[in-house]
């Protein structure tokens, strides 16, 4: 498995932007699928979004498409989310995964390994 941490989280006024990154040890990150799901206060976890082993095949929820993009950089065993237009409803804690899904994995039940999670807090 491949250890994953969290980092870029933050509060925001809404409409700001924020960038999280996920940093994975280990030399096969770029085995992996690697995907962006998120947990508010109450509420179940969600999918975000998702990025196959080889870019640039990626897949996101509705609630992120056209503001948030997912990337990745396997020389740097690092993915990305730049999330931009944020809303108050963005608000909870953002958990980056890894899947070794040959796809591009967006179901939860195919990621394996899972980071501590970032907060990210938009204010209205």
């Known amino acids: 498995q491949v250890q994953l941490v969290e980092s870029g989280g933050g509060l925001v006024q809404a409409g700001g932007s924020l960038r999280l990154s996920c940093a994975a040890s280990g030399r096969t990150f770029s085995s992996y699928g690697m995907g962006w799901f998120r947990q508010a206060p109450g509420k179940e976890r969600e999918f975000v979004a998702a990025?196959?082993?080889?870019?640039?095949?990626?897949y996101y929820a509705d609630s992120a498409k056209g503001r948030f993009t997912i990337s990745r950089d396997n020389a740097k065993n690092t993915v990305y989310l730049q999330m931009n237009s944020l809303k108050p409803e963005d608000t909870a804690v953002y958990y980056c995964?890894?899947?070794?899904?040959?796809?591009?994995?967006?179901?939860?039940?195919?990621?394996?390994?899972w980071g501590q999670g970032t907060q990210v807090t938009v204010s209205s």
């Open positions: 995964a890894a899947s070794g899904f040959p796809g591009v994995p967006f179901i939860r039940a195919d990621f394996s390994s």
């Open positions: 990025i196959s082993r080889s870019d640039p095949n990626t």
